[in-house]
């Protein structure tokens, strides 16, 4: 059996951008985690400020979303009922 090389890829927190950690631009160490950027410039907004790319950030369900609509369609008001 041969043994095969497996091809990561890690996605730039800053742009979204796929790269490869074997020709990456710049990288960085923050939390114990090494991180990966397609070019200098998103390296160095990284840097300025860690917190806006790092964390959970929780997407809304379809319940929230909906009610968030409902909400701002009838100004917060709740829908009234058929008569």
């Known amino acids: 059996m041969t043994a095969q090389t497996q091809l990561k890829t890690f996605v730039d927190p800053v742009c979204g951008m796929s790269v490869d950690p074997a020709t990456t631009a710049a990288k960085t160490c923050h939390n114990g985690v090494e991180i990966y950027f397609c070019a200098r410039g998103c390296k160095k907004a990284f840097d300025a400020h860690p917190q806006k790319y790092t964390g959970s950030r929780k ?7 909906y009610l968030d609509r409902l909400n701002k369609a009838t100004g917060g008001k709740p829908p009234s009922c058929c008569s």
Do not use: A, E, T
């Open 59 to 65: 997407k809304k369900g379809f319940w929230k979303r």
